[in-house]
């Protein structure tokens, strides 16, 4: 660790002799009035909004070019993202204030996705890529009272990318680098990537289409740190396609059609230190829908409609039989919110919703069958939230929920959110929302199911500030409390049940933006989580820093450090106790130069500059030090 923080500080001198040409001018890193979307499902100015959200902007998305989503995601302290530094096939799973990937929702331009047909209907983030987004927002704590199931510890709002205002734009990259894990230090490319995108903006209508694939190989899954023979790599192909056509009837009316087909092929392991040559798997996603926006006098109007099905299969060698299992998972959703936003008067607005969602699971595997013809709901969902800014600056949001499903009935979410500007530079916030996590299809009607399932309940208490210093700093800090009880669980395999215990989470997040020069950055966060129980990957602890400089000429560079404390896993199905698991230290460096200006760019990675030996998951392998290098061309 000592040698760590020494080398690191040594890179950061070469940074800061960069930068010292800089003149000190005056530029704001001010964030209180930007404009957030997630908090409300309408454009709001942050100052308004009595939550912080952590915005991920499209400046930032540029300079991460070669990234995954998960990995954009976990340069945040807030989040960890477990199998983010594994092979590229590996699942990725997301921990927010102590809860695991089903209490996170997940949203593509304020759309709920999700797979029900897995056992926790989570959404799979190997489905994405960063190719197609513009900025994302990520909301921590509870927020079923706008979302619904699922919003228990957070919401992610990944919003893709919009037309141009030109008639055609044209965007290809290219990258290519090595995937290697920290034994290996072979300059061999194994990871290749490329996207192209075309859109435009033709008098009423715009367009925007968009393809990526890439092969990532030369790792294995599973860690043969035990083996005395080198395990097989693991190969991980993906396709993404997107498509959105959008037509503005007036100035007040207007509608998107909109498009997914996403598909990746992937090999796995057989576990922790067990190798594989014969399992592999593929997910396939198509998701169509349609968006209307109208303003009137006092208010807008949103609908929203779309059908999202997951396709999943895989084939596992079973060493009981000596033979291979296939299993096929066919999981459907049928999604509608009708909102609306009306503006009682200046200082008031009221937002009212409806929402219908279905939900199916279709399952064909060698330990049972699923019926989507049984294992199926629906949910009817009514939703109201008065929101009063006024002119002193005290902001109060009052919202509530009223969830109808077909199998447990009806369920009643609320949340109190007080804020007050007591200058525009210090803004104090608090909260108490509850949230509910829906049981899956699985859990409801598989073979282990169990129709008398009440929901996950969870109760979030918050408070914190934000505040701003000469337009220069920007520092927030938040204080949150949740319970959360009914948790659905399976006991020896019996039947799934509610657990009548109830676990606690508490932490603090804090964020510290500070514009030292004109062309500098400092970026600080800190993460600290304790859970009463049920651990599972969760750091107590997590630093990120990042330092970024635009001093050179068309020329971005930035040093990403992160660090995640020990972290202690419960080992249900082994030993039957924690495992602890030692903590570590990662720095990335990135850079980017226009060669020719707004045209052609060249990018760099360098990811684990120290080769750090560590892990991230019980039996896996993690990540080296490795390169990437690309092109991005923009007409």
């Known amino acids: 660790m000592k040698k760590t923080f020494i080398n690191l500080g040594v890179i950061c001198g070469l940074f800061a002799m960069n930068t010292m040409h800089a003149q000190q001018k005056k530029d704001s890193v001010r964030q209180l009035n930007e404009v957030v979307i997630t908090a409300t499902k309408f454009a709001e100015e942050k100052e308004k909004v009595g939550k912080i959200i952590y915005q991920i902007s499209p400046e930032t998305i540029e300079n991460s070019k070669g990234k995954s989503v998960a990995a954009v995601l976990s340069d945040y302290a807030g989040i960890e993202i477990n199998g983010v530094n594994s092979a590229a096939g590996k699942n990725k799973s997301i921990y927010i204030r102590g809860g695991r990937d089903r209490q996170v929702l997940v949203l593509i331009d304020g759309v709920p996705v999700n797979d029900p047909s897995g056992i926790a209907t989570t959404f799979d983030l190997r489905l994405l890529t960063l190719n197609q987004v513009a900025s994302i927002e990520i909301m921590n704590g509870a927020a079923s009272t706008l979302y619904g199931s699922g919003a228990a510890t957070g919401v992610i709002n990944i919003i893709l990318k919009k037309s141009s205002k030109k008639p055609i734009a044209l965007n290809y990259q290219t990258s290519t680098g090595t995937n290697n894990s920290s034994n290996n230090s072979k300059l061999n490319l194994h990871n290749f990537e490329q996207n192209v995108s075309v859109n435009g903006t033709l ?25 005395t023979t080198s395990f097989e790599k693991d190969k991980f192909l993906s396709t993404n396609s997107y498509v959105n056509f959008g037509y503005s009837f007036t100035s007040n009316f207007k509608v998107n059609l909109f498009g997914n087909y996403d598909k990746n092929k992937y090999d796995y392991d057989a576990g922790a ?106 949910i009817f969902d009514a939703y109201t939230t008065l929101i009063y800014n006024s002119l002193n600056g005290f902001n109060l949001s009052v919202g509530t929920r009223l969830n109808n499903h077909s199998e447990y009935g009806n369920h009643w979410v609320y949340e109190i959110n007080p804020s007050y500007n007591i200058t525009k530079k210090l803004k104090l916030i608090s909260s108490y929302s509850t949230a509910f996590i829906a049981p899956s299809t699985y859990q409801l009607f598989s073979q282990y199911g169990n129709v008398d399932l009440k929901p996950e309940e969870n109760k979030t208490t918050e408070g914190g500030f934000e505040f701003e210093i000469q337009n220069k700093i920007d520092f927030s800090m938040v204080y949150f409390y949740r319970e959360e009880k009914n948790a659905i669980i399976l006991p020896d395999f019996i039947k799934y049940s509610n657990e009548n215990s109830i676990t606690n989470a508490k932490g603090v997040e804090a964020n510290l933006n500070f514009k030292p020069l004109k062309q500098v950055t400092f970026k600080l966060g800190y993460a600290y989580t304790y859970k009463s129980s049920d651990l599972d990957y969760i750091p107590k602890n997590k630093f990120t820093a990042l330092l970024e400089t635009a ?56 990811n684990n500059i120290f080769n750090k030996n560590y892990v991230e998951t019980i039996g896996y392998t993690t990540k080296g030090r490795n390169f990437k290098i690309g092109l991005d061309f923009k007409f």
């Open 203 to 227: 008098n009423k209508f715009n367009y925007l289409a968009t393809l990526s694939t890439s092969l990532t190989n030369g790792l294995s899954e599973a860690s043969d740190e035990n083996s």
């Open 273 to 378: 230190f067990k190798d594989s040559d014969i399992n592999n798997g593929t997910n396939k996603q198509v998701r169509v829908g349609i968006l209307s926006n109208f303003k009137y006098k006092k208010g807008i109007l949103k609908t929203i409609a779309s059908y999202n099905k997951i396709d999943r299969m895989f084939d596992s060698f079973n060493s009981w039989t000596n033979a291979t299992d296939h299993f096929e998972y066919t999981g459907k959703t049928y999604y509608v919110d009708l909102v609306n936003n009306y503006k009682i008067a200046s200082r008031f607005q009221f937002i009212t919703g409806l929402t219908y969602q279905k939900q199916e699971n279709n399952t064909n595997s060698p330990y049972g069958n699923i019926d989507d013809k049984l294992a199926n709901y629906t």
């Open 551 to 606: 001093t050179l000429k068309n020329t971005y560079l930035s040093l990403q450090f992160k660090n995640t404390s020990k972290r202690t896993y419960f080992d249900q199905w082994g030993s039957g106790s924690n495992i602890n698991i030692a903590g570590y230290s990662l720095v990335d460096f990135y850079g980017s130069h226009q060669l020719i200006k707004n045209t052609l760019s060249l990018f760099v990675q360098v």
